[in-house]
């Protein structure tokens, strides 16, 4: 093959794969929409404002507030709990430890972050889901087990960002701050952790992306109720949990099928708003 | 006259709006080395930079004015800038060996050049890094990971790498600023050499560089060419106060 | 690193002269208790997903199919659907996230970027409606291996584009430009010296996007896995079953008659990704 037609189908498949990731996007989206469309235009306003999910009734109901609202609730929760234990764990590590230490405490983390969920879920479910039955807890699946699921789950991640921003910080901003005669304590959390902030704003933004997305955990721990539980020992379904276990059994072309689409369009809705977030984070942050 | 092989000509260079190179006009003679000197920051890389369109890669860089190679424009829409870097080679500041074997990182350009033969390969290998002096080196361990050459051989074998596919011309951008004296001293005399059989343009900081091996020496200040002569004449008796003070040490 | 602990240690001493000892030491004790206490939380986890499946590991427990209702028999089909929807996966996404990721990194487009940010932040169940809806409906490929290594494809493409990216755009500016001093094309410079000085990087992304490919579940669920398959698949578009859905599918329906299948099922994956993610951090460590 002679240069310049090298040279043309490197240059092509540049473009292609491209046009691959660019239709991906787009592809999704579309699709999304499509296969929605019939439930928006036969289910309408209610799909959004009913918290009656009773898709296999006669006649079926499609209301996923209750959803909605708990797939937000959990992120919420989820980012609550994890953040702060994350946080601290990263001053450690950036402040205190050794560096044989934090190389093999980062190494744990490392390695949980690739547990496959499923994994997660079903040693909680053995060995944990059980003793809610002996403090006298009705429900043995519910929305504290799926917190702890998902704090497993994300605390690598949310770890290992905050982490990299605070590594980042120049060593002089530190140094100026004990110079002054502050515990390192104070420098880290004021000083570090201050130059440090739109790196760890954007480790909060990725870790609510990635429970909101998460399915797995909250489908098997969660226990799938499609209600708003109103304490944390009550059972509750999420909208990615509604199409892992809901869809397999859907005839296709179905309104079931439909509206489960449909919940996938308010999720990607979701991840797309928080990846925004995260991008103006880091673009502000560059100027 | 002189035989000039590169006629730069009322040459402009500018970083977005910020001018780097203002009204340069200079020539460069065949066989000849000639040092382009002055403080840092006063354009002298972005000159030589601009005569292989190296800097083409450089956001925001464009240019002004003629650059005759052969007494043709460089700048021409028609120039194969490829085929331009093929025939003006370059050494860079710190070296630069690709992540690939040593016999590999000189086959790389002798590929790009069309030369596919292994023997013919091979002997062009062995004759660059002779020329080079680096073959008694490595002659044993040409598989090896350039990578792992000391710092000097690593600037020896770019030096190989850039004469393998004889260009007419070569350009050395501070060639030895990152490394030893001793291995300065081997580079020096390596480019004296090589200007029996190639043109060299050698940007340096180092007054005692351009003493030892260049024939003409300019000297740039602030973007302008303020002084060029031959360089015993310039270190003995510059003319320009600015070229004074650098000599003295006064600026730099 | 060397320099972060010298310097840590310097601040310590300086803190001690103005500040009470205790102060600073208190804290350095309770923010350590936290961490170990955490870090032996994720080692009881894995000790527990692992420990108590090993006892089932035998030889039929490898080469059988599950029988009797899931309380006898072994999960040789759902390994083999797994290592297979995860080589097939991988063998697509691999070259193309090179691709992707040299055009992150070598041409400044924005919009690239911002489509490759989006792609990585969409759940993992969505690409699953979105395979089923394509690849499974659309396309014809009904639940099969092909479509479910489609979907976990473009699964991974962002995680191993972004990595080449990251990689690639480090690489110092002279040794491109050394390259086009020779008078090299920029795609030359590209596939002959900056994808070869990648290399080492490529296959550790290859060995985590491996990892996530085979804990994957729920895109699964939707595109490709099924419960129970009576045979082994025999094409691209049969249906299979894989290890991290057969978990799943055990550990939602079945009760305690197929515990023991969930916990020997659960100690294999955890097992392959030690051993995936130990080789891909192998090869990260011997480049430093």
Same mark, same amino acid.
């Given at each position: 093959m002679n240069r310049s037609t090298k040279d043309t189908l490197r240059k092509t498949l540049l473009t292609v794969s491209s046009l691959i990731a660019i239709s991906a996007v787009f592809g999704i989206y579309i699709y999304l929409i499509k296969e929605s469309y019939s439930a928006f235009q036969q289910v309408g306003a209610e799909l959004f404002v009913s918290d009656q999910w009773y898709p296999v009734w006669d006649p079926p109901e499609f209301g996923m507030r209750a959803m909605i609202i708990n797939s937000l609730m959990v992120t919420l929760l989820g980012s609550l709990i994890v953040v702060p234990f994350s946080y601290l764990i990263a001053i450690y590590l950036h402040g205190y430890a050794k560096p044989r230490e934090k190389e093999m405490i980062r190494r744990i983390f490392e390695y949980l972050a690739g547990v496959p969920s499923v994994v997660i879920a079903f040693v909680l479910l053995t060995f944990v889901s059980p003793l809610f039955a002996q403090v006298g807890i009705y429900s043995p699946q519910n929305l504290l087990l799926a917190l702890v699921g998902l704090f497993f789950l994300t605390i690598p991640i949310c770890t290992t960002l905050i982490l990299e921003s605070l590594d980042s910080v120049p060593k002089q901003v530190e140094e100026a701050s004990a110079a002054l005669g502050a515990i390192e304590f104070r420098t880290y959390t004021r000083v570090t952790s201050k130059a440090a902030l739109p790196g760890i704003m954007n480790a909060i933004v990725l870790t609510a992306n990635r429970i909101v997305g998460e399915t797995i955990v909250v489908l098997l721990l969660g226990g799938g109720a499609a209600m708003i539980p109103q304490k944390l020992t009550d059972p509750m379904k999420t909208l990615t949990a509604a199409i892992a276990s809901e869809m397999p059994e859907t005839a296709k072309g179905s309104l079931h099928y439909s509206s489960l689409f449909a919940a996938g369009l308010v999720l990607i809705l979701f991840s797309t708003l928080f990846e925004v977030v995260s991008i103006a984070i880091l673009r502000r942050n560059k100027r | 006259m002189r035989d000039v092989i590169i006629e730069v000509k009322n040459f402009n260079a500018y970083y977005a709006d910020k001018k780097a190179v203002k009204d340069a006009n200079l020539k460069i003679?065949?066989?000849?080395?000639?040092?382009?000197?002055?403080?840092?920051?006063?354009?002298?890389?972005?000159?030589?930079?601009? !005569?292989?369109?190296?800097?083409? $890669?450089?956001?925001?860089?464009?240019?002004?004015?003629?650059?005759?190679?052969?007494?043709?424009?460089? #700048?021409?829409?028609?120039?194969?800038? #490829?085929?331009?870097?093929?025939?003006?080679?370059?050494?860079?500041?710190?070296?630069?060996?690709?992540?690939?074997? !040593?016999?590999?990182?000189?086959? #790389?350009?002798?590929? $790009? !050049?069309?030369?596919?033969?292994?023997?013919?390969?091979?002997?062009?290998?062995?004759?660059?890094?002779?020329?080079?002096? $680096?073959?008694?080196?490595?002659?044993?361990?040409?598989?090896?990971?350039? $990578?792992?050459?000391?710092?000097?051989q690593q600037q020896r074998l770019c030096i190989a790498r850039a004469i393998a596919i004889e260009p007419e011309v070569i350009l050395f951008d501070e060639p030895t600023s990152a490394l030893d004296p001793v291995s300065t001293q081997k580079i020096e005399g390596l480019i004296e050499e090589l200007a029996e059989e190639f043109t060299i343009i050698i940007v340096t900081h180092n007054i005692g560089q351009a003493a030892r091996i260049s024939d003409y020496t300019l000297f740039m200040y602030q973007g302008e060419i303020v002084e060029q002569n031959e360089t015993t004449k310039i270190l003995r008796n510059p003319t320009h106060e600015v070229t004074q003070q650098y000599l003295s040490g006064k600026i730099g | 690193m060397n320099e972060n602990t010298n310097f840590s240690q310097e601040s310590t001493k300086r803190a001690r002269k103005s500040n009470p000892v205790n102060k600073g030491m208190r804290s350095k004790v309770t923010l350590r208790v936290i961490t170990y206490i955490f870090a032996a939380l994720i080692l009881s986890l894995f000790l527990l997903a692992l420990v108590p499946g090993i006892r089932y590991w035998n030889l039929d427990f490898f080469t059988q199919a599950p029988s009797n209702g899931m309380t006898s028999g072994g999960i040789f089909p759902a390994l083999l659907g797994s290592i297979l929807l995860t080589l097939l996966s991988l063998a697509i996404a691999i070259p193309l996230g090179i691709l992707l990721g040299i055009v992150l990194s070598e041409y400044n487009l924005e919009y690239i970027r911002f489509v490759v940010t989006i792609l990585s932040g969409i759940p993992s169940v969505v690409y699953g409606l979105f395979g089923l809806g394509l690849f499974c409906i659309t396309l014809g490929m009904r639940t099969s291996i092909l479509a479910g290594a489609l979907t976990l494809a473009l699964m991974v493409l962002p995680v191993i584009s972004s990595s080449v990216y990251e990689t690639m755009h480090a690489i110092p500016r002279e040794l491109r430009e050394a390259a086009y001093a020779l008078g090299a094309r920029k795609s030359e410079v590209i596939f002959e010296m900056l994808v070869p000085s990648v290399k080492r990087s490529i296959l550790t992304v290859s060995f985590v996007a491996a990892g996530r490919a085979i804990g994957e579940t729920a895109p699964l669920i939707l595109t490709a896995a099924v419960f129970y398959a009576t045979n082994l698949p025999t094409s691209l578009l049969s249906p299979v079953m894989t290890l991290p859905t057969h978990l799943y599918f055990l550990s939602a329906s079945y009760g305690e008659s197929a515990r023991w299948m969930a916990q020997g099922t659960t100690s294999v994956l955890i097992l392959f990704v030690i051993v995936v993610y130990t080789i891909a951090f192998a090869f990260r460590r011997e480049k430093k």
């Open positions: - | 003679e065949k066989n000849k080395i000639t040092a382009i000197m002055g403080p840092s920051g006063c354009g002298k890389s972005t000159l030589l930079r601009s !005569i292989n369109r190296i800097n083409d $890669l450089v956001p925001e860089f464009r240019t002004e004015g003629e650059i005759l190679f052969h007494d043709r424009n460089i #700048y021409d829409r028609e120039t194969d800038v #490829y085929s331009l870097r093929r025939r003006i080679g370059m050494v860079f500041q710190r070296p630069t060996p690709f992540p690939m074997s !040593i016999f590999d990182n000189i086959a #790389y350009g002798l590929k $790009l !050049i069309g030369v596919t033969e292994k023997k013919e390969i091979k002997e062009k290998v062995r004759w660059s890094l002779e020329k080079a002096a $680096l073959w008694e080196e490595v002659k044993d361990e040409l598989d090896k990971s350039a $990578l792992k050459l000391s710092g000097g | -």
